[in-house]
């Protein structure tokens, strides 16, 4: 089965870094999307960035430039780097995938990893 393993979240104060990492298993084919979601403690689930298999990517505006996201393709791994975190960038952080292509329709999700961020 395929299957998505997170890890990398933390309890960081304002201004710190952590690096999310996303290992993907048990699928073929070089053709796939992956991304990152998160959702914070009230809110609906948000998708933050998304990179395809051939490393064109996506991110949203309020992360841009401190968040980056990448792609290990010979180690099937996805990383989001986070940087300069904001109180408001807790929440739980979700990878997800869609390895029947590159229109990112997500249909494989990971556990989720927490990201606390404190002032």
């Known amino acids: 089965a395929v299957q998505l393993v997170e890890s990398g979240g933390g309890s960081v104060q304002a201004g710190g870094s952590l690096r999310l990492s996303c290992k993907a298993s048990?699928?073929?084919?070089?053709?796939?999307?992956m991304g990152w979601f998160r959702q914070a403690p009230g809110k609906e689930r948000e998708e933050v960035a998304a990179?395809?298999?051939?490393?064109?990517?996506s991110i949203i505006a309020s992360v841009k430039g401190r968040f980056t996201i990448s792609l290990d393709n010979a180690k099937n791994t996805q990383f989001l780097q986070l940087n300069e975190l904001k109180p408001e960038d807790t929440g739980t952080y979700y990878c997800?995938?869609?390895?029947?292509?590159?229109?990112?329709?997500?249909?494989?999700w990971g556990q989720g990893t927490q990201v606390t961020v404190s002032s």
């Open positions: 997800a995938a869609d390895f029947a292509g590159k229109l990112c329709n997500y249909n494989t």
């Open positions: 048990g699928f073929t084919g070089s053709t796939y999307c």
């Open positions: 990179i395809n298999s051939d490393r064109s990517f």
